[in-house]
């Protein structure tokens, strides 16, 4: 068995644990992050995309709110160019007015959110697709913000920093040193899924940021951690239906807010508590629901073109008293005082504040802090609050610098709608396209596949949006296969230097030569570590031809499974056209539903075969 | 300002499948990298531009910050000749040309339109204008130093058919020959467009004696341009005004019950779709009556073909025993009304016609599109297939035994000039041949058989 030795191990690799590798990395630990599938495949890479302004929650959840609108304002400056400045709208339409909207402004006054009223009428001449019987628009900071981009562009901050981040390792063990009272987190193994091997890390601390999983891992250290897991289900159109962030001027419920996110409008969500963080399903109620609160935003939407249909789990968390042993000093009455906060009725009503639970004082196991709750828009204040909890535990003092940080890439501003496109049209790379859709030029998908671990094609869609647009991988995964075909036969253009992580999703910048390579390795002495970055970028099951999950028929089989099983819940009108399109190029052409292949497993296969929707087992 | 739909144009690339059948129809993107093709163009890019917003002329809005800022994302789509191919081959109803138009009219205004541009869009100004001393404007045009200094200076294309003013207008003939006119019970109404008003009188002429022979009195009330070249320019702005005027001095005819007849087919298109669809005008009540009320020439004659109300007195246009070999070209913009080819069952009735249908699809020029430097090239390579058609006929007729060939036929002013641009044979509206047939007109002179 490899071993490794850290200062701080980090488990899950979403926003918040990432954000957490960058801060501890910054600071100037040894930091080694370990994530069971690909950066942000948990609830990071399945929410809306927004960048709260904090306004939805100052009625309901004041604090939270102030995180928010705190974070919000950090965030632009360190993740600038994962931001789209929406700019968004609080609506007050016909179903919702009461004092609500009057409570609301005031609350917004009172926790600094600003907020300005404006006409009904020059809302809707910005957006005329809104619904046109809205009575108030309060405008808010809030933005649309891509996780998937943000989250590579902290993992590269993290990894100049020194941090070393191994996707595609599954956490097995947690190992406890010490008797009843002394017990404390000192080492952790590892499984390398894709080659199977298995990896010891010994740690002086481990930070459980494992989200919806968080539970599963404190069960790992024999701690009790009692997530409420809050399943929302998503719907993203075909194209965009606004400009600008829309939330309704109401309590926060279900199908209440429309975020413009890359060329998609995504409506959002339902709030079911569910007790499994995977096999995640997607009821026909629930899509319902979206459609007919939704038409209440935007009339029409419900007949506009559905792409795809998902569901993300919120990690949240409300502490309550510990089954386990009763942890000292803590006062009984308290739980009783404030029942209502100690096990709220639905997910829907549980706080969205980040919760860190300092196991140490908490259930007397050292070396073991979780941090959970909060929203993809206070990742980086719930990193911070993390590394202050590891300080502490470790008894020394290095202050946050993560606000003060920018990561690669804040030169290029804030993201806008029409970038892709104005770089294909610039340097003329129509012909280079590979995802017509949303324009993926080859460049971009052999930059992604090459210097990023790639096990599957999902993992390239989450690198830079491959098949996430109209035909859902109908003309683009036969492409994409081919090409990694080619790399693992070794035709590939060399690759040169450091993958530009700032600039993954740029159809241009990998194509033009001579593009300056981002400095590596910037931070503190590295982990004594077999160079891991080396040996994750060698586990690319692109360019290794000894892992059989790059077999090209794999490839093909696990990227149309799971691009299926979003479209099926949504599988009526122009989409259904659409996969009656795409079924007669890969089942009725391609003969894909026979591919010598059927009964491999792969990391992906798990994933889409757990889905509840009956159609999902077929292509 | 009207509401904008979610049945509106730009909505309409949600029905796009990427089949990819417009990109293999295109005849532009065939013969020319500028243009990526229909699909990349429209439902493609359409996702990263504002997608749905329809285009206000005072700028006010809706139009995100960037596109406010004057960051566009893409030129390429300018290079889209507007021809409506993709429409037409479409299998799922995307209105590509027409997403294609409001993008132009989005970069024009963010970043303004070229003199040049803002010129072609003036068809009927520069009508009016040389029609004064129309001698002197055709000198002034047509020598070939000026042609230079226009390709030099503004960018219009040196070798491209410009018309030639007639030396009178419609409008002179009209009032000149007033007394002659029919008057009676049944009416139409003429929409003549400003090329025949300046440039090809003869055309309403043989318009007005077909009409009158049918015995219709034909009113030709004070109309102006329908607004085609401002759209396909990207002026929406002044196309709308252009068009709001017409429906005013057009709608007591409409509402009188007469219908409103054309011969240009780019203009009644543009009075019967792209108008109200372009403009978001489809539920102006105006707008809506005229766009109902509004025929093809043949589309009118057909029905009245169908109802038996045709006179049959046509006879051959050569009196030879040999058939007279006429290849006709469908102009995009005739498909795009998707009223099949009525021209083609009007002529069919003529004697001894020989009729050679072209399935080319598009001659290139596509309003204005040909006529721009950088474009005429592009014009003509797409025009080959049609210019190819035409020479083919010419080679399989043998002049002593087959017939001869001596004219081509289409419905559309600028394909003809470019039909007679790339084949170097004459080219005429199919209606001056029903005139010749029904014997009242001169098809080689182009003016009526009684010399007026």
Same mark, same amino acid.
């Given at each position: 068995?490899?071993?490794?030795?850290?200062?701080?191990?980090?488990?899950?690799?979403?926003?918040?644990?990432?954000?957490?590798?960058?801060?501890?990395?910054?600071?100037?630990?040894?930091?080694?992050?370990?994530?069971?599938?690909?950066?942000?495949?948990?609830?990071?890479?399945?929410?809306?995309?927004?960048?709260?302004?904090?306004?939805?929650?100052?009625?309901?959840?004041?604090?939270?709110? +102030?995180?928010?609108?705190?974070?919000?304002?950090?965030?632009?400056?360190?993740?600038?160019?994962?931001?789209?400045?929406?700019?968004?709208?609080?609506?007050?339409?016909?179903?919702?007015?009461?004092?609500?909207?009057?409570?609301?402004?005031?609350?917004?006054?009172?926790?600094?959110?600003?907020?300005?009223?404006?006409?009904?009428p020059s809302a809707l001449?910005?957006?005329?697709?809104?619904?046109?019987?809205?009575?108030?628009?309060?405008?808010?900071?809030?933005?649309?913000?891509?996780?998937?981009?943000?989250?590579?562009?902290?993992?590269?901050?993290?990894?100049?920093?020194?941090?070393?981040?191994?996707?595609?390792?599954?956490?097995?063990?947690?190992?406890?040193?010490?008797?009843?009272?002394?017990?404390?987190?000192?080492?952790?193994?590892?499984?390398?899924?894709?080659?199977?091997?298995?990896?010891?890390?010994?740690?002086?601390?481990?930070?459980?940021?494992?989200?919806?999983?968080?539970?599963?891992?404190?069960?790992?250290?024999? @701690?009790?951690?009692?997530?409420?897991?809050?399943?929302?289900?998503?719907? #993203?159109?075909?194209?965009?239906?606004?400009?600008?962030?829309?939330?309704?001027?109401?309590? &926060?419920?279900?199908?209440?807010?429309?975020?413009?996110?890359?060329?998609?409008?995504?409506?959002?969500?339902?709030?079911?508590?569910?007790?499994?963080?995977?096999?995640?399903?997607?009821?026909?109620?629930?899509?319902?629901?979206?459609?007919?609160?939704?038409?209440?935003?935007?009339?029409?939407?419900?007949?506009?073109?559905?792409?795809?249909?998902?569901?993300? @789990?919120?990690?949240?968390?409300?502490?309550?008293? &510990?089954?386990?042993?009763?942890?000292?000093?803590?006062?009984?009455?308290?739980?009783?005082?404030?029942?209502?906060?100690?096990?709220?009725?639905?997910?829907?009503?549980?706080?969205?504040?980040?919760?860190?639970?300092?196991?140490?004082?908490?259930?007397?196991?050292?070396?073991?802090?979780?941090?959970?709750?909060?929203?993809?828009?206070?990742?980086?204040?719930?990193?911070?609050?993390?590394?202050?909890? #590891?300080?502490?535990?470790?008894?020394?003092?290095?202050?946050?610098?993560?606000?003060?940080?920018?990561?690669?890439?804040?030169?290029?501003?804030?993201?806008?709608?029409?970038?892709?496109?104005?770089? @294909?049209?610039?340097?003329?790379?129509?012909?280079?396209?590979?995802?017509?859709?949303?324009? +993926?030029?080859?460049?971009?998908?052999?930059?992604?596949?090459?210097?990023?671990?790639?096990?599957?094609?999902?993992?390239?869609?989450?690198?830079?949006?491959?098949?996430?647009?109209?035909?859902?991988?109908?003309?683009?995964?036969?492409?994409?296969?081919?090409?990694?075909?080619?790399?693992?036969?070794?035709?590939?253009?060399?690759?040169?230097?450091?993958?530009? +992580?700032?600039?993954?999703?740029?159809?241009?910048?990998?194509?033009?030569?001579?593009?300056?390579?981002?400095?590596?390795?910037?931070?503190?002495?590295?982990?004594?570590?077999?160079?891991?970055?080396?040996?994750?970028?060698?586990?690319?099951? #692109? @360019?290794?031809?000894?892992?059989? +999950?790059?077999?090209?028929?794999?490839?093909?089989?696990?990227?149309?499974?799971?691009?299926?099983?979003?479209?099926?819940?949504?599988?009526?009108?122009?989409?259904?056209?659409?996969?009656?399109?795409?079924?007669?190029?890969?089942?009725?052409?391609?003969?894909?539903?026979?591919?010598?292949?059927?009964?491999?497993?792969?990391?992906?296969?798990?994933?889409?075969?757990?889905?509840?929707?009956?159609?999902?087992?077929?292509? | 300002m009207p509401p904008a739909s979610l049945n509106s144009v730009g909505l309409s690339l949600n029905d796009c499948i990427k089949c990819n059948i417009c990109t293999s129809y295109c005849p532009v993107s065939q013969v020319t990298d500028s243009f990526p093709g229909p699909k990349y163009a429209a439902p493609q890019s359409e996702r990263f531009r504002d997608f749905g917003h329809p285009f206000y002329a005072d700028g006010a809005g809706p139009i995100s910050r960037t596109l406010a800022a004057g960051q566009m994302p893409d030129a390429s789509v300018d290079y889209c000749s507007g021809c409506r191919v993709c429409n037409e081959v479409c299998p799922t109803g995307v209105r590509i040309a027409e997403i294609n138009a409001r993008a132009r009219a989005r970069i024009v205004a963010a970043r303004g339109i070229s003199l040049r541009n803002r010129l072609l869009g003036r068809n009927e100004l520069l009508g009016r204008i040389g029609s004064i001393a129309p001698g002197l404007a055709n000198f002034l045009l047509h020598n070939p130093l000026s042609r230079r200094l226009a390709a030099a200076l503004f960018g219009v294309a040196e070798k491209a058919p410009l018309p030639r003013w007639h030396h009178h207008t419609l409008n002179r003939w009209l009032a000149r020959t007033r007394a002659q006119r029919l008057r009676g019970e049944r009416k139409v109404v003429y929409f003549h467009g400003c090329a025949t008003q300046y440039y090809e009188p003869f055309v309403g002429i043989a318009a007005v004696l077909v009409l009158e022979h049918l015995g219709y009195e034909v009113i030709v009330p004070p109309q102006n341009c329908c607004g085609l070249p401002m759209l396909s320019n990207g002026e929406f702005g002044a196309a709308e005004s252009y068009h709001r005027r017409n429906v005013s001095r057009l709608i007591e005819f409409v509402n009188a019950g007469y219908p409103i007849i054309g011969t240009s087919t780019s203009c009644t298109l543009t009075l019967k779709e792209e108008a109200p669809e372009l403009l978001d005008l489809e539920n102006d009540a105006g707008t809506r009556a005229l766009k109902l009320a509004t025929w093809d020439i043949f589309e009118w004659l057909r029905e009245r073909l169908d109802q038996g109300q045709l006179p049959s007195d046509l006879r051959p246009l050569h009196q030879s025993d040999q058939p007279f070999i006429l290849p006709y070209h469908a102009p995009c913009q005739l498909r795009a009304h998707r009223i099949g080819k009525p021209a083609l069952d009007l002529l069919a009735r003529i004697p001894g016609l020989d009729l050679r249908e072209s399935h080319a699809r598009c001659c290139g020029i596509a309003g204005t599109y040909g006529y721009k430097t950088e474009k005429y090239q592009i014009a003509m390579d797409v025009g080959a297939e049609l210019f190819d058609f035409v020479a083919a006929q010419s080679t399989e007729s043998n002049q002593d035994t087959e017939g001869s060939l001596s004219f081509t036929a289409c419905d559309s002013e600028t394909c003809r000039w470019q039909l007679e641009h790339g084949t170097g044979l004459p080219s005429r509206h199919p209606i001056e041949l029903l005139a010749a047939a029904y014997g009242l007109y001169d098809l080689h002179a182009r003016r009526p058989a009684d010399g007026n």
């Open positions: 068995m490899k071993r490794m030795q850290t200062e701080i191990l980090v488990i899950g690799g979403g926003a918040t644990g990432t954000g957490v590798a960058w801060d501890a990395a910054l600071r100037g630990f040894r930091t080694v992050l370990v994530e069971k599938r690909d950066l942000t495949h948990g609830t990071t890479g399945r929410y809306h995309g927004l960048l709260h302004s904090g306004a939805r929650y100052v009625l309901k959840d004041a604090a939270s709110a +102030v995180e928010c609108i705190s974070e919000n304002r950090i965030l632009r400056r360190t993740h600038t160019h994962c931001i789209e400045d929406t700019s968004g709208f609080f609506v007050v339409v016909p179903e919702d007015e009461d004092d609500y909207p009057d409570r609301f402004a005031a609350a917004c006054r009172r926790l600094d959110v600003p907020c300005t009223e404006i006409p009904p001449r910005r957006e005329p697709l809104l619904n046109p019987r809205i009575s108030r628009v309060f405008e808010l900071p809030d933005a649309a913000a891509d996780s998937f981009l943000a989250t590579h562009a902290t993992a590269q901050a993290a990894r100049q920093a020194g941090a070393t981040l191994l996707p595609y390792h599954e956490l097995t063990r947690l190992h406890l040193s010490g008797g009843d009272g002394n017990r404390a987190v000192s080492a952790a193994t590892v499984l390398d899924t894709v080659s199977g091997e298995e990896l010891h890390i010994d740690a002086d601390l481990v930070i459980n940021a494992a989200g919806a999983w968080s539970g599963q891992v404190a069960a790992l250290a024999g @701690v009790e951690v009692k997530m409420i897991l809050g399943k929302g289900v998503m719907l #993203a159109t075909n194209a965009r239906l606004t400009n600008t962030v829309i939330n309704r001027c109401k309590m &926060p419920g279900d199908g209440d807010i429309l975020v413009p996110i890359h060329t998609v409008s995504v409506i959002g969500t339902t709030d079911e508590q569910v007790a499994d963080p995977e096999n995640l399903s997607i009821e026909q109620w629930e899509v319902d629901l979206m459609l007919t609160e939704g038409d209440k935003l935007v009339p029409g939407l419900s007949r506009s073109r559905i792409l795809r249909a998902w569901a993300g @789990v919120r990690p949240l968390y409300q502490e309550t008293q &510990p089954s386990g042993e009763p942890t000292p000093g803590t006062d009984d009455s308290l739980s009783n005082d404030q029942p209502a906060q100690d096990s709220p009725q639905s997910s829907r009503d549980a706080t969205r504040a980040l919760a860190l639970l300092n196991h140490r004082q908490r259930d007397g196991v050292r070396g073991f802090i979780t941090i959970t709750g909060g929203k993809w828009t206070t990742f980086r204040l719930m990193a911070e609050s993390a590394v202050d909890a #590891a300080c502490e535990q470790l008894g020394v003092s290095r202050p946050c610098r993560t606000a003060d940080t920018s990561v690669p890439g804040v030169e290029q501003g804030h993201y806008w709608l029409g970038h892709r496109l104005n770089e @294909v049209e610039d340097e003329n790379l129509q012909s280079e396209l590979v995802c017509e859709c949303e324009l +993926v030029t080859r460049s971009m998908l052999e930059g992604a596949a090459q210097r990023n671990p790639t096990v599957t094609l999902d993992d390239l869609r989450r690198d830079v949006r491959l098949g996430m647009g109209p035909c859902q991988g109908g003309f683009c995964t036969y492409r994409a296969v081919g090409i990694l075909h080619q790399l693992r036969a070794g035709n590939a253009s060399p690759a040169a230097g450091e993958w530009h +992580v700032a600039h993954m999703q740029s159809p241009a910048h990998h194509h033009r030569a001579g593009a300056a390579a981002e400095p590596s390795r910037a931070g503190p002495a590295p982990a004594s570590s077999p160079a891991p970055s080396d040996e994750s970028r060698r586990r690319s099951a #692109a @360019v290794d031809p000894g892992t059989n +999950v790059s077999q090209p028929n794999l490839l093909l089989r696990d990227f149309l499974q799971e691009r299926w099983k979003g479209v099926a819940p949504i599988l009526w009108g122009q989409q259904l056209r659409q996969e009656r399109l795409d079924e007669l190029i890969y089942l009725s052409i391609l003969n894909a539903d026979h591919l010598p292949v059927d009964d491999e497993e792969s990391p992906l296969s798990s994933f889409y075969r757990s889905g509840s929707s009956p159609a999902s087992s077929s292509l | -």
